[in-house]
Every structure is written in C-alpha cells, then in structure tokens.
C-alpha cells in the first residue's frame, strides 16, 4: 500500500503544481509515463520477493522521474 502511494502521490501533485503556475504546461507530458508506473507497481505488488521485482520498483523510479525531468526541460525550454 506505501509503495503505491509513493508510486502515484507525484502525479496528482505535479497536475496541481502545474494548475497553480509554478511549473510549465509541458511538464504535464510526464502524464506519459503513467502507464508504466502502474504497470511495475502492479507487477511489484503482485509478487514482493527482492531478488525478483528489485529491479522492476528501480525501473518505476528511472521512469517517472526520468519523464519529470524531460518533461522540465522540454517545459523550461519552450517559449513563454
């Protein structure tokens, strides 16, 4: 359950953030990541052993936080 939370509580924040004006439009485009997420979280959830889903919770991480960071830069990198 805490694993999920912190899995998705980031996507609901980085809407309202960006509603609010403190990060650019653009930066919506992490919305993309979204399927995946869920799909390693669920893979995650599913079967908890370390050795087996280790890498799929890193992978969950590169990926949204990854996609938060292009998303940024593409945001920061646009015109006004």
Request: aromatic share 10%.
């Amino acid at each position: 359950m805490l694993y999920q939370f912190l899995a998705y509580v980031g996507y609901p924040v980085i809407v309202l953030v960006v509603a609010l004006g403190g990060l650019p439009v653009a930066t919506l485009l992490m919305l993309i990541s979204l399927p995946w997420v869920i799909k390693n979280t669920n893979r995650f959830v599913a079967k908890q052993v370390k050795a087996e889903t280790f890498v799929t919770a890193v992978r969950t991480l590169v990926i949204e936080n990854g996609s938060l960071i292009l998303a940024m830069l593409i945001g920061w990198g646009l015109p006004g």
